[in-house]
């Protein structure tokens, strides 16, 4: 029965299951899928009961995921056993032993007072287990980069007297960096574990179903209907399905190793440059955790990092990433009118009105959380029950239906999926801890005030370098998660609002999986396009321009603004911009673009960001001149070429 499951359901496996991760057989392939699914069911569980307390909670999300990760992922990425080592076994008992430990006491815990309380020897021994476990499962599913940082913060918390200047502190013993790591709601348990533990469980598992469902071929199928036959019509059917899928997967690479398979072979056919194929789909997919309503789960943490209402962090995050796609499908269109490369012919693409009817319903789930969130439901009951909704909706069509052997593959891919962050998560949540217990955080908030010079351009600017440097080889939550705690502050002091620091923040994260020299997404796109990874990132670097803008935008434009008629001002001049920016860069619109065009056209992008960023009185001005020089240049090309352009 088992080998007829497991036979049925290797295709969905393929296509849920992370890949770096092991599939073993005999005895274990079973319980693996068993301790999985029980993480899976527990976790929808708590999400429409009442849950355990915080201690409680986490600890058995740990409990499971950390010894899993030890058996999953191997201790070296050049290993090829299939199954566990010894010490692959040795260390997920020992984790096991170390979250059930913190799981059974949690209780007792919440009766001492951290520092005054005597520490009983199980529960240090407990603690040091816990906190090793917890880096030895970050580095095998992450790599070594957060855990050398983790490293580092800890250093500074147990050297606290020894640092020179404002970086003093009082310093903790080790015991008691222990105690308040492992037996302390502020430590390895706080609320960043438990956003991992509730609804970015949740909703990654909610991007597992959809896909399991066929919602992935359904974004791109629809996708191709209504672009398809445009202009580069492949490249804007990545653009558009990329974006569909990357607000539910929360991993640029995971997206663009799934939808890019497709699309980037797509646009080499269609005439686009490897390079080029590739850094499209790689922009496209970080765009996915720009993207509202989910954002890639970035919405949430955004959330609880803020105590700002999920609806209005939505609503203003809705035009920024309008721009953000526009500014990649202008560059698309523009290049492929410079190639005179034309769409697929209608005939062989998918007619919309076909798949809306074989799967809209797909769509629903995604309105139902819209809802549930509006309504001011949780966002870890929201999306457990979209979960569910997909489940159900999926039975309306045979082709979508989730049977009883797929909804077994995708508890288990749910768990799975969890795994690629839940070690690094808890990383992240040791990381703050440290920085809230010795006060780094008004401490950094102070040096970036002071080097910058109460110049809220120049600290805008070093944030984005802070983002770039500590955002090489981590993923976007966690860079977002600590840089947040680092410099949010900063910014807020120079008079930017609390969200916007936030968006700051948020979006310069994203920039270093993209920029080079480390740029990783833009490394898994250069692969599946056989390019040259490092000329991938800098086309990635040039397409995405808008990821280096839009954050200037938030600090000193209306974007986030009470008046939804400045939001819309800013937004169609920021449009305009978008649109000029390619045809300056690439030299071409319609017809090759002169050198002075092309310097008059820059010379108009620039003053459309003064524009948006001045105050009203002194914007009309360089709007003005911005407009006349764009509109002058345009038409002069448009004369030239003397016949109107193709269909975008």
């Known amino acids: 029965m088992l080998a007829r499951y497991y036979d049925r359901s290797r295709e969905d496996r393929e296509r849920t299951f992370p890949r770096e991760q092991r599939q073993p057989g005999g005895w274990l392939r079973p319980a693996i899928t068993l301790a999985c699914a029980t993480l899976t069911v527990t976790t929808l569980y708590f999400a429409f009961t009442i849950a355990p307390d915080q201690i409680e909670a986490r600890s058995l999300f740990l409990a499971f995921t950390i010894p899993l990760t030890m058996l999953l992922y191997p201790a070296l990425k050049s290993s090829r056993a299939d199954g566990p080592t010894a010490l692959d076994w040795l260390l997920a008992l020992a984790a096991l032993a170390a979250f059930g430990w913190a799981f059974w006491r949690a209780d007792g815990w919440l009766d001492r007072f951290v520092g005054y309380d005597p520490v009983p020897a199980v529960d240090m021994v407990m603690g040091l287990v816990a906190l090793l476990t917890v880096f030895e499962a970050t580095r095998r599913s992450i790599g070594s980069t957060i855990v050398i940082l983790n490293l580092v913060f800890i250093g500074y918390a147990l050297t606290g007297p020894m640092w020179p200047g404002i970086f003093q502190h009082g310093g903790m013993s080790p015991a008691r960096f222990i105690e308040t790591m492992y037996m302390d709601a502020e430590g390895i348990f706080n609320f960043i574990t438990g956003l991992a533990a509730t609804f970015i469980f949740t909703f990654l598992l909610f991007g597992v179903f959809l896909r399991i469902s066929g919602g992935d071929r359904v974004f791109t199928e629809f996708a191709a209907a209504i672009s398809g036959h445009r202009r580069g019509g492949p490249a804007k059917v990545a653009v558009i399905s990329s974006a569909m899928m990357g607000m539910l997967s929360g991993s640029s690479i995971s997206n663009v190793s799934t939808t890019g398979t497709m699309t980037i072979p797509m646009m080499k056919k269609l005439g686009f440059r490897n390079y080029e194929a590739g850094a499209i789909e790689v922009v496209a997919s970080v765009g996915g955790g720009l993207m509202p309503p989910l954002m890639g789960t970035g919405i949430f943490v955004m959330s609880s990092l803020t105590d700002i209402p999920l609806v209005e962090i939505l609503f203003y995050s809705i035009a920024p990433a309008f721009l953000y796609y526009a500014a990649v499908y202008f560059y698309v269109d523009n290049k492929a009118a410079e190639r005179g490369l034309a769409g697929v012919p209608k005939d062989q693409l998918p007619r919309l009105s076909q798949v809306l009817a074989e799967g809209g319903h797909i769509f629903v789930p995604i309105f139902v959380l819209i809802a549930l969130l509006l309504l001011n439901y949780t966002p870890f009951y929201a999306s457990a029950a ?41 990383s992240a949540a040791i990381i703050y801890a440290v920085i809230v217990h010795t006060g780094l955080l008004t401490k950094v908030t102070s040096i970036l005030i002071g080097v910058s010079g109460g110049n809220a351009v120049v600290a805008v600017l070093l944030i984005g370098l802070m983002s770039y440097v ?33 968006l700051i923040i948020f979006w310069f994260a994203q920039d270093s999986t993209i920029t080079p020299p480390i740029c990783m997404t833009a490394f898994v796109g250069a692969r599946i396009a056989d ?76 003053l459309l960001f003064w524009a948006t960023v001045g105050p009203w009185a002194e914007a009309l001005v360089p709007m003005a001149l911005a407009l006349a020089a764009a509109a002058a240049c345009l038409a002069a090309i448009w004369g030239r070429r003397g016949r109107a352009p193709a269909e975008t």
């Open 386 to 426: 979209c979960v569910v909704a997909t489940i159900v909706i999926s039975y309306l069509r045979r082709a979508t239906r989730i049977t009883p052997s797929k909804l077994l593959t995708g508890l288990e891919a749910g768990a799975r999926v969890v795994l690629t962050i839940a070690a690094l998560i808890t």
């Open 470 to 502: 500590i955002g090489m080889g981590l993923p976007v939550t966690a860079s977002y998660v600590i840089i947040a705690a680092l410099g949010a502050g900063a910014l807020q002091h120079m008079g930017i609002s609390l969200l916007a620091a936030h």
């Open 531 to 606: 390019a040259p990874p490092m000329r991938t990132g800098w086309e990635s670097m040039k397409i995405a321009k808008a990821l280096y803008i839009v954050p200037f935008m938030f600090a000193f434009s209306n974007l986030i603004d009470p008046s939804t008629t400045e939001i819309v001002v800013d937004t169609v001049l920021a449009l305009v911009m978008f649109y000029l920016m390619p045809i300056a860069i690439g030299g071409y619109w319609r017809a090759p673009v002169g050198i002075v065009a092309r310097l008059a056209l820059f010379g108009a992008c620039g």
